[in-house]
């Protein structure tokens, strides 16, 4: 079976002019015809658009959403009002006695440049997932029309050995009858 063009293909199997094709269905056919693998990974596709913001937010909102995080930030508010309200109470040396005003305005601004950090990483979890869906619908694309192609070579194959049986069976009944 002699290799069509890009144009071919998408007239025979997808019943589409090549100029009617999205990016995705004319990236697929032209990876078929040049017999190039369009399998890769999403997530790397991915890592490879994400620039230095994109990776910094995915790592804030990877530590502050862990329970080491969220254990070790326990501790340390324990610890601050242990620290302001026993031991450094009786030296008279407390930096934020109680009701722990310094330790609000900490914990306010921390909320206050957390909380967009974790939103960017997850637009850009959201961006992952448009990335990841664009790319199986191309490998799906590709496997559907593979799996199209090689039912044709198939019923090709058929047709001929069906001829083939064909022909041999006009000669026995050929050789079969009385002279």
Same mark, same amino acid.
């Given at each position: ?6 144009? *071919? ?14 990016? #995705?269905? +004319?990236?697929?056919?032209? =990876?078929? !015809?040049?017999? *190039? ?15 230095? /913001? ?6 804030? $909102?990877? !530590?502050?959403?862990?329970? /080491?995080?969220? @254990? ?5 508010? %324990? ?15 407390? %930096?934020?006695?109680?009701? %722990? @005003? %310094? ?7 921390? =909320?206050?440049?957390? $909380? ?21 619908? #191309?490998?799906?694309? +590709? $496997? ?21 049986? #064909? =022909? ?10 009385? !002279?």
């Amino acid at each position: 079976m002699a290799m069509r063009t890009v144009e *071919q293909l998408s007239e025979q199997l997808l019943d589409k002019p090549l100029a009617a094709l999205s990016p #995705e269905q +004319r990236g697929v056919l032209e =990876a078929i !015809v040049s017999r *190039q693998i369009i399998a890769d990974d999403a997530s790397n596709l991915a890592a490879q658009q994400a620039g230095f /913001g994109d990776r910094l937010s995915d790592r804030v $909102a990877a !530590v502050g959403g862990s329970w /080491g995080f969220i @254990i070790a930030f326990v501790l340390v508010l %324990f610890g601050w009002m242990v620290l302001n309200s026993e031991i450094l109470t009786r030296f008279n040396a407390a %930096f934020d006695p109680y009701p %722990f @005003i %310094f330790l609000n305005l900490i914990l306010s601004t921390l =909320a206050a440049i957390q $909380a967009p950090i974790i939103m960017m990483s997850q637009n850009r979890a959201s961006n992952k997932d448009r990335i990841a869906a664009a790319h199986d619908y #191309e490998v799906n694309l +590709r $496997a559907e029309i593979d799996i199209i192609r090689l039912h044709e070579k198939i019923d090709l194959l058929m047709l001929e050995k069906i001829t083939k049986l #064909e =022909a041999d069976l006009g000669e026995i009944k050929a050789a079969l009858r009385p !002279v």
